[in-house]
Nanobody, 123 residues
Framework: QVQLVESGGGLVEPGGSLKLSCAAS????????MAWYRQEPGKQRELVAS???????VYAESAKGRFTISRDTVANTVYLQLNALKPEDTAVYYC?????????????????WGQGTQVTVSS
């Protein structure tokens, strides 16, 4: 089927940077919308940024000017560059990817989540 593997989270001081990666694997034919969400304890998951297959990008207000989303369509990978990090950016970051993929019983479309990667911003 399809699996998403995230990497790149960690502990960083305020003002620091991290780069998150999310690689999709499996019997993928193509990817459409690729997005990053984040979730703080006790809060709802919220969109951080998304990029579609045409390169159209959307950022949450909190991400504008500090975060950059990019994609490598050939590698089925989406990235999120986090700069000028603040303590309020602390959360678990999840990627979500819409894919068309092949299963034993035909061609399917679906959206899949990564396992999440913790980003902690603290001095």
């Amino acid at each position: 089927q399809v699996q998403l593997v995230e990497s790149g989270g960690g502990l960083v001081e305020p003002g620091g940077s991290l780069k998150l990666s999310c690689a999709a694997s499996g019997t993928i034919l193509n990817t459409n919308l690729m997005a990053w969400y984040r979730q703080e304890p006790g809060k709802q998951r919220e969109l951080v940024a998304s990029v579609n297959s045409g390169g159209y990008i959307v950022y949450a207000e909190s991400a504008k000017g500090r975060f950059t989303i990019s994609r490598d369509t050939v590698a089925n990978t989406v990235y999120l560059q986090l700069n000028a990090l603040k303590p309020e950016d602390t959360a678990v970051y999840y990627c979500n990817v819409e894919v068309k993929y092949r299963q034993y019983n035909g061609i399917k479309r679906g959206a899949f989540w990564g396992q999440g990667t913790q980003v902690t911003v603290s001095s």
